[in-house]
Each structure stands twice: as structure tokens, then as C-alpha cells.
T-cell receptor, first 112, second 113 residues
Framework: EADIYQTPRYLVIGTGKKITLECSQT?????MYWYQQDPGMELHLIHYSYGVNSTEKGDLSSESTVSRIRTEHFPLTLESARPSHTSQYLCASSETVNHEQYFGPGTRLTVT | DQQVKQNSPSLSVQEGRISILNCDYT??????FLWYKKYPAEGPTFLISISSIKDKNEDGRFTVFLNKSAKHLSLHIVPSQPGDSAVYFC????????????FGSGTQLTVLP
């Protein structure tokens, strides 16, 4: 069973606030990913990492930033939240690029 | 341009019958395909996958069929159970490349008791 955790699960925050969404995995996976998903839409990759100190932007442009200082930890930060950031954010990890990705439970973010 | 398409946003099936979820792709370079299931307020969970060297892969009640010439894959669930009610996403990848998974928009399956 996959062990990947995200906190908080739900967050309602005002415009302009800085927020960090946490993601941790205990499987020792090198590859980690952040997706953004709106209801009825596909998952869009916004950031990924192939290992410590390695981060790349995904296909969907995002104003968020990520860091990968430890293998198990891949936090996502929004410096100044806006209503357009309202979405579900899903973190995932995989053993290799070609292996199945294991997803965390997601963070439902609402920016008012 | 959506490279992986799930044209049916929803599907309702009676319990015990077969559920067939469809997925089309446009990029002929995709050679590995996956299906994920997602319950509300949870992350997607991996269900089953298939490599392009196969045309069928079976795991219990779940079977995935791949038709490369038609660029089409389908997920069959037999027999369908109420607990199968969820959103199903198909995803595709080009093995050995630095490219990431490309997801479809999902199909909401409802299995009626």
C-alpha cells in the first residue's frame, strides 16, 4: 500500500495570503509530482522532481513554486493566493518515470 | 490539444452487468497506458496498466483492451459492483522518455444496486 500524505486536506484562505501545501512519502521514491485538477477535468502536471535539489515545471503554467530538499518531502508554495488558484492539488510519487504513480489524498484549496 | 480523450463524462450501469469505459489517444508515441480510479475527496488510485506490446491485460474483475491501430483502449469491469462507482481516468506515457503521464478528463461511473 502506498504511503503518501498531504496536509491540509482542506484549506479556505483569503486573497493575498502565502500558503504551503505539504506532501510527504515514505516509500523512498525519487520521482515526485504535483497536479492540479478541477472537477470534470483532466489532471494537469504543474511541477515535478526527479530527486533531491531537482525541480521542473510541468505542462500547466502555475504561479506556485516547489522545493525538494529531502527525498521524502515535496512542498508546494503559493506566495500570494488568488481566487484563480482555487482547485484540488494532488501530490504523487513513483519509483521510476515509467512506473505507476501513487497519489496522496489531495488538498482542496479555496481562495476567497 | 488534448492527447488523451475520454468522451463520455458519465456512465450508469446496473449492478452485476459489465461496465465499459473508453479512452482514445492521438499521440502514436504513447506505449504504456494506465487506468486510475478516484473517489470524491481522495487521490486517484492505480487500477491496471497495459504495455503497447500487448492487446489485453486482466486483473480479477478488471480487463484493459488496447487497439493500437484505432488508438483506443477500454476498461471492462465484470461484474460491476456499487463500490466501483467512482471517476475513472485513463493515462498514457512514452516509456523511456522524460515525458510525464498524460491524463484524460475522466468518466464518472455509477453502478446502480
Amino acid at each position: 500500500e502506498a504511503d503518501i500524505y498531504q496536509t491540509p486536506r482542506y484549506l479556505v484562505i483569503g486573497t493575498g495570503k502565502k500558503i504551503t501545501l505539504e506532501c510527504s512519502q515514505t516509500m523512498g521514491h525519487d520521482k515526485m509530482y504535483w497536479y492540479q485538477q478541477d472537477p470534470g477535468m483532466e489532471l494537469h502536471l504543474i511541477h515535478y522532481s526527479y530527486g533531491v535539489n531537482s525541480t521542473e515545471k510541468g505542462d500547466l503554467s502555475s504561479e506556485s513554486t516547489v522545493s525538494r530538499i529531502r527525498t521524502e518531502h515535496f512542498p508546494l508554495t503559493l506566495e500570494s493566493a488568488r481566487p484563480s488558484h482555487t482547485s484540488q492539488y494532488l501530490c504523487a510519487s513513483s519509483e521510476t518515470v515509467n512506473h505507476e504513480q501513487y497519489f496522496g489524498p489531495g488538498t482542496r484549496l479555496t481562495v476567497t | 490539444d488534448q492527447q488523451v480523450k475520454q468522451n463520455s463524462p458519465s456512465l450508469s450501469v446496473q449492478e452485476g452487468r459489465i461496465s465499459i469505459l473508453n479512452c482514445d489517444y492521438t499521440n502514436s508515441m504513447f506505449d504504456y497506458f494506465l487506468w486510475y480510479k478516484k473517489y470524491p475527496a481522495e487521490g486517484p488510485t492505480f487500477l491496471i496498466s497495459i504495455s503497447s506490446i500487448k492487446d489485453k491485460n486482466e486483473d480479477g474483475r478488471f480487463t484493459v483492451f488496447l487497439n493500437k491501430s484505432a488508438k483506443h483502449l477500454s476498461l471492462h469491469i465484470v461484474p460491476s459492483q456499487p463500490g466501483d462507482s467512482a471517476v475513472y481516468f485513463c493515462a498514457a506515457i512514452i516509456s523511456g522518455s522524460a515525458r510525464q503521464l498524460t491524463f484524460g478528463s475522466g468518466t464518472q461511473l455509477t453502478v446502480l444496486p
